[in-house]
């Protein structure tokens, strides 16, 4: 709900959130390398989390999402990153933007 992710980031310093569509093959294709990062030790300050953008459309309107997968990167509450469509390679360097 649009109230639990203004909690997540509330909750949490930094955030980066996997917006995807069930639909998209792009979002699965990216999806365990999130998860795989996820479980780095050099990412655990992160605290990661996925939005289905259909399920909850009030969140991805309030963020811009405009395609998927986009992955956004949250310091404190604020939007400060984000990668679209990102290539594996791409990911690792996204992640380490989080500091």
């Known amino acids: 709900s649009l109230e639990e ?10 955030v980066v959130i996997d917006f995807f569509a069930t639909w998209c093959g792009p979002c699965k294709t990216i999806a365990p390398l999130v998860v795989e990062a996820s479980n780095q030790p050099e990412f655990q ?28 990167l949250f310091k404190d509450g604020k939007k400060v990153e984000e990668i679209v469509g990102p290539a594996p390679n791409a990911l690792i360097e996204f992640f380490k933007k989080a500091e």
Not at 5 to 14: C, F, P, S, V
Not at 53 to 60: D, G, I, K, M, R
């Open 5 to 14: 992710y203004r909690g997540t980031l509330a909750d949490h310093k930094l």
């Open 45 to 72: 300050h992160i605290h990661f989390a996925k939005i289905d953008v259909e399920e909850l459309e009030a969140v991805s309107e309030e963020v811009g999402i405009r395609a998927m997968p986009t992955l956004v």
